[in-house]
C-alpha cells in the first residue's frame, strides 16, 4: 500500500497534469462512466464525518472527511480527510493519501478548470478574496491557465491579506500582487474574481454596473446557508456554470439564487458541458459555482496514485 | 499516524485482553455509550463496498469492506478491508489497519465471548464445522475461554479438515484434535459446537434428540439468504443470543427462524444483558449467534491502537 502525505500530494503532479485529470473527470461526469453513491453524513455532537466513494472503471476510492468546529479554538484544522484508493477490480486498498491536502488541491484545480472554460483567453488581472489556504491554491492554478500579471488580494483582515501576499509572491515571482482596501476596488481592477471565503453573506457589491463583464469563480460556500455572489449578478448571466448539479442543492449561491427566481433551474449548466465539447464559453458575464464531488477526488487519487508509483513518490508499505 | 499491518494486528492484543475488549464494547451498547450510523453499502457492478462508521467516547472509526466475489478465482480473497481509526475530539485521523485481519480477529474474540457466557464453565469439547480463517480463529478463542481437551473438525472437503488441523495442532499443543467423519459425529462428541460456513442450508442435522444439551455458537451466515442451523433446534432454546439486534435483519439464522415462528421475537436477547450482569447463562441448550457490527470493530481498533503505543508496535508515518 502506498501512503501519499500532504507534502507528497502537493508534488506528484504537475499543475498541468492536475489540469488534465480534472478535465478526463469532467469527460467521465459526461459520458456517465462511474458510480458515484450519496455521499454519507453521519454526525456527533457538534462533529460531522463524511463518507464519500465514488467508483470509476479501474479503481475506485473513498473520501472520509470529518468537520469539527471547535478545533480552530484549539488551533487544529477544523477539517481532516483520509482517501483510501482500491484496485476497481479486486477491491485490494491501494493507496492512503492526506483527505485535506487532496481536496485543497484538486478544488484548486478544478477551480482552474472553471477559469480555463469560462473566461477570456488573454485575461491577464484576476482577484481573490479570502485568504485561506483554498485562496493560496486558487491564485496559482489562475496563474497557470491565463496570462495573469496582476493579482489582487482582498480579505477582511488586512494583515491576513500582507502574510498571504508575501507568501504568494515567493510561488508567482512575475505577478504584481497588491493588496485592496475593500471588495468594490477589487472587482473594478480585476477581470476574474476569485471568491473563497465561507461567507454566509455576499462578499461581492450588489450593483449590476460594477459586475457586468466581470469573470466569476465561486469556491467558499458548500453549504446552502452560505453564499459569496450578490443578487445582482444573476440577471447578468446567460448560463450558470457548476462543477456538478448538486450545486443546485448544496450552496446557498445556486440554491438560493434559483429559489428566488433570480436565474431558472435551465440555465444552471455543469462545466462537463465545456469540457467535452473542449469549447471554452465566451460570455461577457461568466460565474462559475464548484461544490465538489466524489468523481473529482478519486479521478485525482488515481491519477496521484500511478504517477507516485512512477516517480517512486511516497511510502510504500505492507498491510 | 500509526499503521497495522495483518501480521501486527494479530499480536498486538494477548486474547485475553482482546476478550475484555469486547466485554467493553458489550457493556458500551448495554448503556448506550456509542453512536452508529446504518452502514452504507454501495454496489458496483457484482461488487459491493460496505462503510461502516461508529462513534465512541474518545475515538470513532471507519471500517471500509470490499466483497468481490470472483476474487477466488484469480486466487485473491474475496474480502479486503481497511479501518480508519480517529480521534474522537479532533477528528484527526490516527491509524489505518489491516480491515480483514481486525475483522477475523475481533469476531474470534466475539466468539470467545459468546461461548464464555452461553456454555458450561467446564465444557471439556468442542467442535469446529468449516475450515477458513474463522474456523481457525474461533478454535483458538475457544480453546482459551474454556479447558478444551478433545477438539472435533469437520468440513465438507476432507484434506481441508486435515490440513487445518495440522496448522491448528501447532498453536494447540495440549489439544486432542480430530477430523470427524460427518457433521453428526461431530454433534454427538462435542459440548460446545462452532459454525463458520457460509452455507444457504443447516451444517447440522435436523434431529432434536441430537441437538439437545449442545451448545451452539454461529459464526458463518451473515445474509438472510444464508443459515447454519436447523429447525428442530428452535423449540429448545430459552433465548436466541446474538451479538447486536441487527441480526433478526441480517441472518437466515434468526431472521427465518422468526418468520417461521420457529422462535418469538421476545426471545432473541442480546448477548450484552449477560456480559452487563457479569452472569453467564446456564441453559441446557442454547445458541449464540454473532453477525458483527461496527462498535465491536472500533472498540477492538481503540484498544489495538492504544496498546500498539504503549508496546512500540507498528509503522509511523508523517501523513
Redesign the interface.
Known sequence: ML?L??KEIWSVLSFEEALTAMEEAFQLFEAGDF?M?DR?H?H?GD?T?L?M?C?TDQF?G?K?V???PE?PK?N?PS????M?L?D??????LS?M?GAALTAFRTGAVGGIGIKYTTPENADSAGIIGTGVQGFTQALFACRVRPIKKLYVFDMQQSKANEFISKLQKKLLDVNIKACINNRELVEKSQIIITATTSKQAVIPDDAELLKGKHFIGIGSYKPDMHEFPAQLYPLLNKLYVDTPFAKEETGDVATALKETLIDDSQVTPISKLVTLGKPTNESTSLFKSVGMALLDVVMAQKMYTRALELNIG?K???
Open positions: 501512503i502525505n500532504q458510480h453513491p454519507m453521519a456527533h462533529n464525518l463518507l466513494p467508483f475506485f473513498t472520509l470529518s468537520v469539527n478545533n484549539k487544529l477539517i481532516y480527510g483520509s483510501i482500491n476497481g477490480k479486486s477491491g485490494e486498498a492512503l492526506n511510502t508499505i505492507k498491510i
